[in-house]
């Protein structure tokens, strides 16, 4: 399974979308029964992007998330690249269709 960065400041993430081009970043809470069931599936989906990093964020701990990415319910899910926000999911994902999207996209910028 991919592996999860846990981001636990604003500045953890700020660092890492710096770090990573290819950035997926995954905010949750505790207690969202949604949230603990998504992420697996998000994790077996993204093992086969392997330059895609994949990050972790507990809204409850970076409570600044919710206003620096607009956040208003979770989980959300976005893909970044080179900082731009390229996909967006919230609560109800389409794994098949995020992962055309995220395929289209991840060749065009492979290539």
Do not use: W
């Not at 890492?16 to 505790?30: C, G, I, K, M, Q």
């Not at 993204?46 to 998330?65: F, M």
């Not at 979770?74 to 970044?80: E, G, H, L, N, R």
Request: hydrophobic share 40%.
């Amino acid at each position: 399974m991919k592996k999860i960065n846990e981001l636990t400041t604003i500045e953890m993430v700020e660092d890492f979308l710096d770090n990573h081009e290819l950035s997926f970043l995954y905010v949750s809470r505790p207690d969202c029964s949604v949230c603990h069931a998504i992420l697996p599936k998000l994790r077996e989906l993204l093992d086969h992007y392997p330059l895609i990093h994949l990050g972790h964020i507990d809204a409850t701990k970076v409570e600044e998330v919710a206003e620096k990415f607009l956040i208003l319910t979770v989980p959300i899910m976005m893909f970044i690249i080179d900082g731009k926000e390229y996909i967006r999911e919230d609560r109800f994902v389409r794994f098949e269709q995020l992962n055309e999207k995220l395929g289209q996209i991840y060749e065009m910028y492979t290539k």
